[in-house]
């Protein structure tokens, strides 16, 4: 393993202990191109990386991203937002699971994942650090014998989603129960209804932001009658304000 450039924290020694298991892994976290992985520390600063985290931030050596913080090596807008959530979950102690957000690859190009973020603790219980992944969303599983009567929902969905999230209705559209649908959308579609919901919301914004209606507009064309909510629900999933997206969108914004 590396010896890292920089000094580490409190609670360094057993973060290192934790890295020689986890750099064994490294080959199988290099070659997945849809997933990113990392370990941080208690400031938030990389101290593990796999390649196709290098690779969409730029860099064509792991190594580089050693020692930075998301806000150094992401865009500002987005990378301040991911340090942010990084020490308070190092600081609160809480799991993100499944996490819907909205990436910019390079090329500007939009892509769907869901992230997990889990806190490192050593044997007293005091956290070292954390360890996430990101997995870009998978293709749905057409042969699975729900799809058809899953696939009508999400239709309804799409073609609804200016309304409130009604489960009971939905689930007796695919004649189950509202246990039944959210387990076999999440097998399917690998979202839960609400994340569908949310996703095919925000896809319309962000297809609405290339022009210039106003964004209060825009929350109201999206199903969101308090433009306050929208604005939060978009920065919690997609890492900057609608605002923002726009002037990136545009060529505006500055990092």
Known sequence: MNTLAYPLDPGAATLTGMLS????????????PDVVFFIKDTQARYVLVNRTLA????????????????EDVFPRRFGRVYTAQDKAIVSVGN??????ELHLYPGRQPGWCLTNKQP????????????????????DEG???????LATVVQYIQDNYVQPLNLKHLAAMADM????LERYFHKVFHLTPRQVLLKTR??????????????????????????????????????????EYRMLLHGTARG
Do not use: N, W
Request: charged share 20%; glycine share 8%.
């Open 120 to 139: 490192l603790r050593d044997p007293e219980g005091h956290i070292v650090g954390l360890a996430g992944i990101s997995r870009d969303l998978k293709a």
């Open 202 to 243: 925000l896809d319309a914004a962000t297809a609405l932001l290339v022009s210039h209606d106003k964004v209060t507009d825009v929350a109201a064309l999206c199903g969101y009658t308090d433009h306050s909510a929208f604005t939060r629900q978009f920065k919690a999933t997609v890492g900057i304000t609608p605002t």
């Open 55 to 70: 690779s969409r931030c730029g860099y064509k050596d792991k190594e580089a991203l050693l020692g930075k913080t998301a």
């Open 95 to 100: 799991q993100l699971v499944d996490q819907l």
């Open 177 to 180: 129960s509202v246990a039944q």
């Open 21 to 32: 298991h986890f750099t064994l892994l490294e080959p199988v976290f290099d070659a997945m």
């Open 143 to 149: 042969g699975h014998p729900a799809y058809s009567r």
